[in-house]
């Protein structure tokens, strides 16, 4: 299994961005992608996370009503369209995958077994 995360670079802020993780290995059409981000001397932070099986995404409330996740079938690449870029979404951003049987995803690392190499996303001006 492998993870491609991309998309990353310099935003100015107010800005937007967008990120695409692009999956490919897996055994089976079902399972959940994370987006965590992990900025210097912080801990790494849950963003939001997509199901393949029923489409829901859910995101964390630090980001909520200026990101998104959507999924681009043909290229089988979940995205993470950012808006209204903020000093504080500088980090290095990570996207997760782990096959699953049932509905929903988790908010936890722990969870995920294959993992991105990360994206940088700095915003400043």
């Known amino acids: 299994v492998q993870l491609q995360a991309s998309g990353g670079g310099l935003v100015q802020p107010g800005g937007s961005r967008s990120l695409s993780c692009a999956v490919s290995?897996?055994?089976?059409?079902?399972?959940?992608i994370g987006w965590f981000r992990q900025a210097p001397g912080k801990e790494r932070e849950w963003v939001g996370c997509?199901?393949?099986?029923?489409?829901?995404?859910f995101l964390a409330d630090s980001v909520k009503g200026r990101f998104t996740i959507s999924r681009d079938s043909a290229k089988n690449t979940v995205t993470l369209p950012m808006n209204s870029l903020k000093p504080d979404d500088t980090a290095t951003y990570y996207c997760?995958?782990?096959?699953?049987?049932?509905?929903?995803?988790?908010?936890?690392?722990?969870?995920?077994?294959?993992w991105g190499q990360g994206t940088q996303v700095t915003v400043s001006s």
């Open positions: 997760a995958v782990v096959t699953r049987r049932t509905e929903g995803c988790s908010p936890s690392a722990d969870e995920y077994v294959y």
């Open positions: 997509y199901s393949s099986i029923d489409g829901s995404s």
């Open positions: 290995g897996l055994p089976t059409p079902y399972y959940a």
